[in-house]
């Protein structure tokens, strides 16, 4: 495994007690063959919004409710697979966002953060998502969380953090760079970068339940209502992540020529990927039907008791999770 340099320590409630230590950062190595990353946006210059199939015109609210309808579809079509852990935190995103837009106030340039950059945003998702539905190549760290999803003893909560670490570390440093790090006026736009922040932390605790109570009931282990730790270490992660986006797409903005542009993307690439194999590792075999049984039980809203049966499997896991994990 590559080196970790500067020794950046973050822990995040992952496996299957809720909560796993990771000591990470940029790595050096390159992901296997079998993963290489497709190739990244093309960034035509800085002020160039990505294309996708979501487009912001008119009112910001608008484009919200656009984004959030569009990501409920894919989390309703996928049921209970495991991909769909991941669609249904980023439905509680957008419904917080939606909120935070609709009571106004929450950001100096509105158009720009919950117009643009989510709307870009989400389309990179989508790209990932419908490629990988169609068997098309995508970047390594999208590939190891489809596959996790798709094969792996994982927990739910894995699922959603080999996602948003695809989405953050790799997808965001791309839209960012792509719309501009400053306003019009030369100010920068950090200040509403840093405020989305508090739009996923007032997300968390309701995303968490929501996972719960339709997915995998040992996700409720990481729930921020009893779990102060749980919820401070996760909210520790996706600044990390998101600090390190924006530094990338500053690197990204300034690279003075194409060689030196790939190098940041090689970088952005190979960081992502190496999170995603440490967020992946842990496991506990049979831990998938678990889950699956505990899913096609829960109604439609996730709101009936847990079968006894799957009740049980689950007590059990963390104790084996320990092992894994290594206590």
């Known amino acids: 495994m590559g080196r970790r340099p500067h020794g950046v320590r973050t822990i995040t409630a992952v496996a299957m007690a809720g909560v796993i230590a990771l000591t990470g950062g940029t790595a050096s190595a390159a992901p ?60 509680h995103l957008q419904r917080t966002l939606e909120t935070a837009v609709a009571d106004g ?13 989510n709307t870009g945003f989400v389309n990179l998702y989508l790209d990932a998502y419908e490629a990988d539905r169609a068997g098309r190549p995508v970047p390594a760290a999208w590939h190891a969380a489809f596959e996790a999803a798709r094969t792996a003893d994982v927990n739910a909560g894995q699922d959603v953090l080999l996602g948003a670490n695809a989405h953050i570390q790799r997808d965001m440093p791309y839209v960012l760079a792509a719309l501009g790090l400053t306003r019009p006026d030369g100010g920068s736009r950090k200040t509403d970068y840093d405020r989305f922040q508090a739009v996923m932390d007032r997300a968390y605790g309701p995303a968490v339940q929501d996972v719960a109570r339709r ?54 690439e190979t960081n992502a990927a190496q999170w995603a194999q440490l967020l992946g590792t842990a496991s506990v075999p049979g831990y998938r039907t678990v889950r699956d049984e505990y899913c096609r039980a829960r109604p439609a809203h996730g709101l009936a008791p847990t079968p006894p049966a799957v009740a049980g499997a689950a007590a059990g896991v963390p104790s084996a999770a320990a092992a894994v994990v290594g206590g």
Do not use: M
Not at 34 to 53: D, E, L
């Open 215 to 268: 997915y995998d009931p040992l996700v409720a282990l990481a729930d921020d209502r009893w779990n102060p730790i749980a919820g401070l270490t996760a909210g520790q992660l996706f600044r990390t992540w998101r600090a390190q986006a924006w530094e990338h797409a500053a690197q990204l903005a300034a690279a003075p020529d194409q060689a030196a542009r790939d190098r940041v993307v090689r970088k952005i």
């Open 105 to 117: 106030g929450a950001f100096d340039e509105p158009s720009w953060l919950a117009g643009s950059l």
């Open 32 to 91: 296997p063959a079998a993963t290489r990353p497709a190739a990244p946006p093309a960034i035509a210059s800085p002020a160039a919004a990505p294309v996708g199939r979501l487009s912001c015109h008119g009112p910001v609210i608008g484009c919200v409710r656009e984004a959030r309808r569009t990501l409920e579809a894919v989390r309703d079509r996928l049921g209970c697979d495991h991909r769909a852990p991941f669609s249904a935190i980023y439905v």
